[in-house]
């Protein structure tokens, strides 16, 4: 069964610190993988896509790893500020051409304290 | 600016009502894709359109129907036999093809009174 699960489901950190979210994904086949930040009652908006052949990637004070091997993402955000507080959701496409789909992980919900 | 519209942002049913969700999007993209999130849940696929006059069933689909008459415009109508149809929905879009990037638009809130 395809799946993608996060962890934690939510965290409290002060603005400044850094934090890392995890996320393990049972897909296949297995062919990109995308964290989103999704402000409370908003939509989902795109950070990052790492692909199969790709560790690592930066944008901006978000670094995501991928390590396709034990099939784990994290998403390392360093020097945190109150508007990092939002949901994070990895995405993970599997398929083929032909018939494909987005696979949703239920997101950690960040909160970032003054 | 290109985007998705959705709307309106906040909408109250009545038991035994239908209501459809607008989303609008100008991005030229050809897939569009409707989900429902709950809390505590991820986003669950309800109907999914790859090109015009073309749609599919999502995983929960049953209580809900969509049309696809225009490539920007893909509404949701949520029909009295969603028993539970109290959630976020979000409209999404997306480049014709596998693993491209998924656009949402802002949401809209369901609440049944």
Known sequence: KNQVEQSPQSLIILEGKNCTLQCNYTVSPFSNLRWYKQDTGRGPVSLTIMTFSENTKSNGRYTATLDADTKQSSLHITASQLSDSASYICVVSAGSKRTYKYIFGTGTRLKVLA | ?113
């Open chain 2, 1 to 113: 600016d290109g985007g998705i519209t959705q709307s309106p942002k906040y909408l109250f049913r009545k038991e035994g009502q239908n209501v459809t969700l607008s989303c609008e999007q100008n991005l030229n993209h050809d897939a569009m894709y409707w989900y429902r999130q709950d809390p505590g849940q991820g986003l669950r696929l309800i109907y999914y359109s790859q090109i015009v006059n073309d749609f599919q069933k999502g995983d929960i689909a049953e209580g809900y129907s969509v049309s696809r008459e225009k490539k920007e415009s893909f509404p949701l109508t949520v029909t009295s036999a969603q028993k539970n149809p109290t959630a976020f929905y979000l409209c999404a879009s997306s480049r014709q093809g596998f693993g491209n990037t998924i656009y949402f638009g802002e949401g809209s809130w369901l609440t049944v009174v």
